[in-house]
């Protein structure tokens, strides 16, 4: 009987976002190694999801109930959510037959469920329970914001040699900032979404299409979809020598002003801008992303100063040009590998005159781009993440090191 490879995720009820995504193609890798991939979902999981694992509805509660925020953490409040996360996790585990030769991988945690993985652990016997490998992917305070995460690091510390647990992150930056939480060792992983080395050649540009700049993903402030709205008006008064036309995927406005602005924007919508409003099939979300000349990621560094992002990854993974902001995460990965256009952070002019520059100098920004595609691909991809899953094997990738001794 083959070892159960179990992902812990209470996201996952549907196709949106990046959870989906990133599950389905971590079951893949798994199963390919002979596995038998195993998914703990959300209860509200949607009918017929095809995820390729046994998938289990298990978690009353999304991680987003466990909410952030240090006034909301630091409450009683908090206290029904965490034993409802722990009760969940122990039925769910039951469930899906784990043991001590299983391993257990949680892409996505907040600081509340670190306190629920600690007493987890500890109820099994020294090095009798599965190996646990917990990924944190949010900024520190995400995870410094309340007693409950406090007590779970300190629990953590005490029991996760005796135990197998690991922490890891998919960015060296959030691994420096983890310090300051934990003494526990935190590796860094592959991103395994996104690798597109198998995808198709896309067919020849004709010199009278427009050139088409994409945004990616659901329309959040801190996503910079505010900063796009405004360069889009921008644009033409910079004077373009090439036509230009955007396709911006809206759908889940994440705030009040998103929506607003969404309203206002419709009512006067300039001709040569599509907006998306629904969540994309993958296959749908793929097309859209090879149809791009150039995709659009100016996300806020307060947010994403070490955060990673899947759109990022995707396009870089598929020879993409990108558009990113200065202070981020995906500048610094951007600049080692000699692709994309900076902006300045939460600036749309700056944002306008960095699309225009793409399309004044496109012909070399897609050059770079294929030649960072192969690079960024040999280490972020779905076999290099499982090797260092299951191997600790934790090392940054070769562009990176380069860029950072010097």
């Known amino acids: 009987m083959s070892a159960v490879f179990c992902i812990v995720d209470p996201e996952l009820k549907d196709r949106r976002g990046h959870y989906f995504d990133y599950d389905r193609t971590v079951v893949g890798e798994a199963?390919?190694?002979?596995?038998?991939?195993?998914?703990?979902?959300?209860?509200?999981?949607?009918?017929?999801?095809?995820?390729?694992?046994?998938?289990?509805?298990?978690?009353?509660?999304?991680?987003?109930?466990?909410?952030?925020?240090?006034?909301?953490?630091?409450?009683?409040?908090?206290?029904?959510?965490?034993?409802?996360?722990?009760?969940?996790?122990?039925?769910?585990?039951?469930?899906?037959?784990v043991d001590r030769d299983s391993t257990l991988f949680v892409p996505t945690s907040l600081g509340g469920h670190i306190l629920g993985w600690a007493l987890f652990a500890l109820t099994y016997p020294p090095n009798a329970g599965p190996r646990i490998v917990l990924m944190l992917r949010f900024q520190d305070e995400f995870y410094d914001n309340s007693l409950l995460a406090r007590l779970g690091f300190r629990l953590l510390e005490r029991t996760a040699a005796r135990n197998r647990v690991e922490l890891v992150t998919d960015s060296h930056r959030l691994a420096e900032d983890y310090k300051a939480l934990t003494s526990l060792r935190i590796g860094v992983v592959p991103i395994p979404h996104g690798d597109r080395r198998s995808a198709g050649s896309k067919p020849a540009r004709s010199a009278e299409r427009p050139l088409r700049f994409v945004a990616l993903g659901d329309a959040r402030e801190e996503k910079g979809f505010l900063e796009i709205l405004d360069a889009v008006r921008?644009?033409?008064t910079l004077r373009p020598e090439r036509e230009i036309e955007f396709v911006l995927h809206a759908y889940t406005p994440g705030s009040k002003n998103v929506r607003v602005a969404l309203e206002r924007f419709r009512e006067r919508a300039p001709k040569n801008v599509t907006l998306v409003d629904v969540a994309l099939a993958v296959s749908d979300y793929a097309a859209?992303?090879?149809?791009?000349?150039?995709?659009?990621?100016?996300?806020?560094?307060?947010?994403y100063r070490s955060r990673t992002s899947g759109p990022f990854a995707e396009a870089v993974a598929a020879g993409k040009p990108v558009i990113i902001s200065d202070g981020t995460w995906m500048a610094e990965c951007a600049r080692a590998l000699g692709v994309g256009i900076v902006c300045a952070d939460a600036t749309p002019t700056s944002l306008a005159q960095a699309?225009?520059?793409?399309?004044?100098?496109?012909?070399?920004?897609?050059?770079?781009?294929?030649?960072a595609a192969g690079r960024w691909s040999a280490y972020h991809n779905p076999g290099r993440f499982m090797d260092a899953i299951l191997r600790s094997r934790f090392e940054l990738p070769e562009f990176l090191r380069g860029a950072r001794h010097a």
């Open 288 to 303: 859209l992303l090879d149809s791009a000349d150039v995709v659009l990621l100016p996300y806020h560094a307060e947010f």
């Open 355 to 371: 699309v225009v520059a793409a399309s004044r100098e496109i012909a070399r920004l897609e050059q770079k781009a294929r030649e």
């Open 234 to 236: 921008i644009v033409p």
């Open 31 to 97: 199963a390919r190694r002979g596995f038998a991939p195993v998914i703990l979902s959300h209860r509200k999981i949607e009918a017929g999801l095809k995820t390729g694992a046994r998938t289990i509805p298990t978690f009353a509660l999304g991680i987003w109930a466990m909410n952030p925020h240090r006034q909301w953490g630091n409450s009683l409040k908090a206290l029904p959510i965490a034993a409802s996360f722990f009760l969940d996790l122990r039925r769910g585990t039951r469930a899906a037959g």
